[in-house]
């Protein structure tokens, strides 16, 4: 009948949480990206009292399975529960934290359009968020590696194998963001980057996902890698992302027993 309440529809997806934000005195809300609807805003009532039932479950970082109401503006959130709080082992570990955060937020900046899907993205994103949890390989290696795919997805993969220009195969010492990756020496233009080789060989292994050659580099390719692929990223993107500069690369070695904060003498 005329004036009677909008009354939207249940559904149920999996998701992972990419961010919160306070609304009001006890409301969130949360910034999902889920494995069927892409990238989801809803409102997440009450979760802020201590006697929220699910509060605790919508962190950031966290694979959950959750039901949502369809609203008018937001849908909001009616059921929530746990699949593996990622986020929960991050809390005392500043390093992994701040390497979440870039892929959280490279994720909510590549899903521009809300409830678009975008499969490969959602499950490199998972993929990426669990690597981290587990560590089974250096923190700055999987950044990297998520944000090398995450851009295969986008269409703005780096040319690494080949000129960016030409095509003509490699390896080449060229690297040239504005002109679309590794270039040869006569489509190098001024100002090109000029990489160790193995920094742009550990990159097409981060991109083709050989951790057999990631996990062997060494230090100070890693981070020239790092820099380019940042640097790439963010030429496609036109703004910077604001949790790169804050991500901690830890170097130490993988399994290492020193307390943190500890440095090797």
């Known amino acids: 009948m005329p004036g009677s309440g909008f009354r939207g529809k249940l559904y149920r997806d999996d998701a992972v949480v990419l961010r919160v934000q306070k609304l009001g ?56 529960e746990g699949v593996d709080l990622f986020g929960r082992r991050f809390l005392e570990d500043y390093s992994r934290y701040t390497l979440a955060s870039a892929i959280a937020e490279t994720a909510e900046r590549l899903t521009p359009i809300e409830q678009e899907p975008s499969l490969r993205l959602f499950q490199l994103t998972l993929g990426a968020l669990r690597a981290l949890a587990v560590a089974e390989h250096a923190g700055g290696l999987v950044l990297d590696a998520y944000l090398l795919r995450a851009m295969s997805v986008a269409g703005w993969a780096p040319a690494l194998r080949g000129c960016a220009v030409c095509g003509t195969p490699g390896p080449h010492r060229g690297f040239s963001v504005p002109a679309g990756g590794a270039v040869c020496p006569d489509c190098r233009p001024p100002g090109a980057a000029h990489p160790a080789p193995a920094t742009l060989e550990l990159m097409s292994a981060l991109a083709e996902g050989d951790w057999t050659v990631a996990d062997a580099s060494a230090p100070n390719h890693q981070r020239e890698a790092s820099g380019l692929v940042a640097a790439h990223l963010q030429w496609h993107l036109e703004r910077a992302l604001r949790s790169l500069p804050l991500v901690d690369r830890d170097e130490r070695p993988l399994r290492d027993d020193r307390p943190l904060g500890k440095e090797r003498s």
């Open 25 to 80: 005195e006890s409301d969130r809300i949360i910034t999902l990206f889920t494995r069927h609807h892409g990238r989801i805003r809803a409102v997440a009532k009450g979760v802020r009292r201590t006697t929220s039932k699910f509060g605790g479950r919508l962190e950031p970082f966290g694979h959950v399975d959750v039901q949502l109401l369809e609203g008018r503006s937001l849908d909001v959130i009616s059921q929530v």
